[in-house]
């Protein structure tokens, strides 16, 4: 006699959720806009001729803060945060900076190079999979910039020295990153990513801490 075994269900299969890939803009502009309490920052797409393109995110500094934080905005109304880049200490010229999504998960971080900044200023950027250090291209306008800010009253006004930062992979020393400053009255910045690993929010985050955090 023939055994009937009971039926039983298969139980389905799991779905593990992909992390999301890194959100990836090859070429934008970083363009600052300075009022009395915030410094704001507009992102903006390049378009193909090279020309400002649309908005990308709009970001405020607040001064005067004990920890930085610097939100970015989907619009210039704020109505939806997009990403964010906080300090983990409060006015420590060490201070690590830490990149979050809008969901608040970390995505990347940077941090300035103390020591090897008093010369030339020097950062680190990671990302997942990637380590990246980045340095101001030209020596000599590094030491000409210190030296600006150093003579009584012209410290405080704009600086006319042009200076660029190009950032490498510690492991393989191909670019991954590279801020240009434009020459303007108004800080205008061109920024490169030609690496894929090097997610567009921890890229303009660091872009607008060149310009926001330079002098700390």
């Known amino acids: 006699m023939a055994v009937v075994l ?22 934008f502009f ?28 709009f970001a405020e500094q607040k001064r ?7 939100v970015f905005f989907a ?16 006015l420590d010229v060490h201070a690590q900076h830490d990149v979050f999504d809008e969901y608040g998960t970390p995505i990347g971080g ?3 190079q103390f020591g090897a900044s008093l010369l030339r200023s020097t950062w680190d950027l990671s990302a997942p999979g990637l380590q990246a250090v980045g340095r101001e291209r030209r020596p000599v ?8 800010t150093l003579i009584p009253y012209l410290g405080d006004v704009w600086v006319p020295f042009v200076f660029h930062f190009d950032f490498v992979d510690t ?9 240009e400053r434009q020459r303007s009255i108004r800080d205008r910045y061109s920024v490169t ?24």
């Open 171 to 179: 492991a393989s020393g191909q670019t991954v990153m590279v801020s």
């Open 30 to 57: 970083v363009r600052q806009r300075i009022t009395l309490m915030v410094n704001r920052y507009e992102v903006l797409a390049a378009n193909p001729d090279g020309s400002e393109g649309q908005l990308l995110a």
């Open 141 to 148: 306008i590094a030491v000409l910039r210190r030296v600006w």
């Open 193 to 216: 990513v030609p690496d894929p690993r090097l997610d567009f929010r921890v890229a303009a985050s660091m872009a607008v801490a060149l310009d926001a955090l330079q002098s700390r």
């Open 6 to 27: 009971p039926f039983v269900p298969e139980e389905p299969a799991v779905t593990v959720p992909q992390q999301p890939g890194p959100m990836l803009v090859p070429h």
């Open 64 to 70: 005067m803060k004990l920890k930085e934080e610097v």
């Open 75 to 90: 619009d210039q109304a704020k109505t939806r945060p997009v990403f964010r880049f906080k300090a983990r200490q409060r």
């Open 110 to 112: 940077f941090g300035k």
